[in-house]
Nanobody, 118 residues
Framework: QAPVAESGGGWAEAGGSLRLSCAAS????????MGWYRQAPGKQRELVAT???????NYADSVKGRFTISRDNAKNTVSLEMNSLKPEDTAVYYC????????????WGQGTQVTVSS
C-alpha cells in the first residue's frame, strides 16, 4: 500500500470548485507535515499549500483566499478545497507527507489531474 494516495481530481469550469483528498497509511501521519504541490506541463513542481503536524498552514500567493488545506488526524487524511478555480490551476496535484527537518521520511503520491476550462 502506497504511503499516500490522492483522490478527487477532475474537471471544472473556471470559477468552479473541486476538493482533493489524500489518504495516508501507517502511523506517521499525525507526526507529519503534509502538503499539496502541483506541476503543470512544461513547468516545475510548485508548492500549493502545506499544513504542519501542529496545523499551521502556508499557501502559495497564487492560491491564497481560494484554496484551503485541512487535515483529519483521526482519519489520516488531508484535503485541499479549491474554489474560484482558474485555468492556470490546471496541473497534476501531488500529496506529500514528510517529517520535520532533516526529513527522516518524505513520501509522494502518484498525483491526480485537475483541469480547469475557461
Amino acid at each position: 500500500q502506497a504511503p499516500v494516495a490522492e483522490s478527487g481530481g477532475g474537471w471544472a469550469e473556471a470559477g468552479g470548485s473541486l476538493r482533493l483528498s489524500c489518504a495516508a497509511s501507517g502511523r506517521l501521519f499525525s507526526r507529519s507535515n503534509m502538503g499539496w504541490y502541483r506541476q503543470a506541463p512544461g513547468k516545475q513542481r510548485e508548492l500549493v499549500a502545506t499544513i504542519t503536524s501542529g496545523t499551521s498552514t502556508n499557501y502559495a500567493d497564487s492560491v491564497k483566499g481560494r484554496f484551503t488545506i485541512s487535515r483529519d488526524n483521526a482519519k489520516n487524511t488531508v484535503s485541499l478545497e479549491m474554489n474560484s478555480l482558474k485555468p492556470e490551476d490546471t496541473a497534476v496535484y501531488y500529496c506529500n507527507m514528510k517529517s520535520s527537518p532533516p526529513y527522516v521520511w518524505n513520501y509522494w503520491g502518484q498525483g491526480t489531474q485537475v483541469t480547469v476550462s475557461s
